[in-house]
């Protein structure tokens, strides 16, 4: 189960960080992702995180302004997001791979575990 929160209404330019907390499994050993979805749009990825860390990947239109980060001991998964744009509104999913294949997948659909989404709204 994964749980998804810290999103929140902020001004443009503003931040904040967006945590999802796993129970009942150990994601530690599997690829990670953060997707959002706007009103009347598709679900898009966002960023995604290898078991360890060490490597990632991001969406052209975050890139420079989101980092996706993991702690493993804790079981959560971060998203800390700066310079926020309205054009970042969005509810916010986690997700996690359902085996240990280690690639990063930019799919909605190679993402087997989801969050229950966390709203996350930028005003201009």
């Known amino acids: 189960q994964l749980q998804a929160c810290g999103g929140g209404l902020v001004q443009a330019g503003g931040s904040l960080r967006l945590s999802c907390a796993a129970s009942g499994r150990t994601f530690g050993t599997y690829v990670m992702g953060w997707f959002r979805q706007a009103p009347g749009k598709e679900r898009d990825f966002v960023a995604a995180?290898?078991?360890?860390?060490?490597?990632?990947k991001y969406a052209d239109s975050v890139k420079g302004r989101f980092t996706i980060s993991r702690d493993n001991a804790k079981n959560t998964l971060y998203l800390q997001m700066n310079s926020l744009k309205p054009e970042d509104t969005a509810v916010y999913y986690c997700a996690s791979k359902r085996y240990a294949d280690g690639y990063i997948s930019i799919v909605s659909s190679e993402y087997f575990y989801w969050g229950q989404g966390t709203q996350v709204t930028v005003s201009s």
């Open positions: 995180i290898n078991w360890s860390g060490g490597s990632t």
